[in-house]
C-alpha cells in the first residue's frame, strides 16, 4: 500500500515549484522559505487541509513546542567544579 496518496505529491510537487522559485512563503512569519524540508512539510500539511492520503503527523511528548533545555545561553561554557585558587610566589 502506498503510504501517501496522489494528491499529496501534486501539493508537495507544487510547493518544491514554488520554493525553487522564490514565491513560496512561511504560513505564520511570512518569510521566504529556502529549506527543502520546510517546502515539503508545508505541502504535505496543506494535503493534510485538503483531506489527502497523508500520514498524520508525529506527536511530540508533552509540554511546549518551544522551550527546550530550561535557562542558559546557547553554547556557554561549562565549568568545572574545582575551586580556582591563585598561586602565591
Do not use: D, F, N
Amino acid at each position: 500500500m502506498a503510504r501517501y496518496g496522489k494528491k499529496a505529491g501534486k501539493k508537495v510537487e507544487r510547493a518544491m515549484h514554488e520554493m525553487k522559485r522564490g514565491k513560496l512563503k512561511s504560513g505564520r512569519s511570512g518569510k521566504k522559505v529556502t529549506s527543502r524540508k520546510q517546502a515539503i512539510a508545508i505541502g504535505l500539511s496543506e494535503a493534510r487541509e485538503a483531506g489527502a492520503k497523508v500520514p498524520s503527523k508525529k506527536s511530540s511528548k508533552k509540554g511546549s513546542k518551544k522551550g527546550g533545555k530550561k535557562g542558559g545561553k546557547k553554547g556557554g561554557k561549562k565549568r568545572s567544579s574545582k575551586k580556582r585558587t591563585s598561586r602565591k610566589k
